[in-house]
């Protein structure tokens, strides 16, 4: 089956840097990766998510890239702002009608004011 | 308009009982699936229910089902549970399926199995 692995686990960053989250996928049929963000407490929330026909995706602050021939997509986060604080979340989903999403371990972000 | 509601948001049960989780999704959603959440595993996938009909399956043993209504309600149930269970459960919906449209998570159901 699908393997997703994520990394860092953690990462702290200063107020206005950039944070970089990167995940590699091990199955060639994934064709849906999704970001969800979850701050403590509360429900994941979908931020942004690309398809396998397309390598690149901006929604102001975030970004989100896809190298399909080296399996992994990375989330760009720039500007950090402390509410960006939170455990996120990447995924990939089959395709041909497989729906089971495989979602890496997490990665803290903690941006320090 | 209401976002995924799952009652009860917490319980308590013990070793060998069995429990059943409720998920309401959002109005119009025909897609319902449910994950596990648990420290070390992280956000593990059980399965997934389009129009009664249980679409998908992760790797999880056969004490846990589910099933939908006609409404798209649908219910997780766990039986003799173990300690291992102890996680928490959520729901997510999604108008057709959270590949092709966004899917939209409730607040869990956090179960402890003591």
């Known amino acids: 089956g699908e393997n997703v692995e994520q990394h860092p686990s953690t990462l702290s960053v200063q107020e206005g840097d950039s944070a970089v989250i990167k995940c590699t996928y091990s199955?060639?049929?994934?064709?849906?990766f999704p970001w969800y963000k979850q701050e403590l407490g509360k429900r994941p929330q979908l931020i942004i998510d690309?398809?396998?026909?397309?390598g690149e995706k901006k929604d102001q602050r975030i970004a989100v890239t896809l190298n399909k021939t080296a399996k992994h997509f990375s989330l760009h986060i720039t500007e950090t702002q402390p509410e960006d604080s939170a455990v996120y979340f990447c995924a990939a989903w089959g395709s041909g009608g497989s729906y089971i999403p495989t979602f890496g371990r997490g990665t803290s972000l903690i941006v320090h004011p | 308009k209401a976002g995924v509601t799952q009652t009860p948001r917490y319980l308590i049960k013990t070793r060998g009982q069995q429990v059943t989780l409720s998920c309401s999704p959002i109005?119009?959603?025909?897609?319902v699936s449910w994950y596990q959440q648990t420290p070390g595993q992280g956000l593990q996938f059980l399965f997934e229910y389009f129009s009664e009909t249980q679409r998908n399956k992760g790797n999880f043993p056969g004490r846990f089902s589910g099933r939908q209504f006609s409404n798209s309600r649908s219910e997780m149930n766990v039986s003799t549970l173990e300690l291992g269970d102890s996680a928490l459960y959520l729901c997510?919906?999604?108008?057709?399926?959270?590949?092709?449209?966004?899917?939209?998570f409730g607040q869990g159901t956090r179960l402890t199995v003591v």
């Open positions: 690309i398809r396998s026909n397309v």
């Open positions: 199955d060639s049929a994934s064709n849906y």
């Open positions: 109005s119009g959603h025909r897609s």
């Open positions: 997510a919906s999604s108008l057709l399926d959270s590949q092709s449209t966004e899917a939209f």
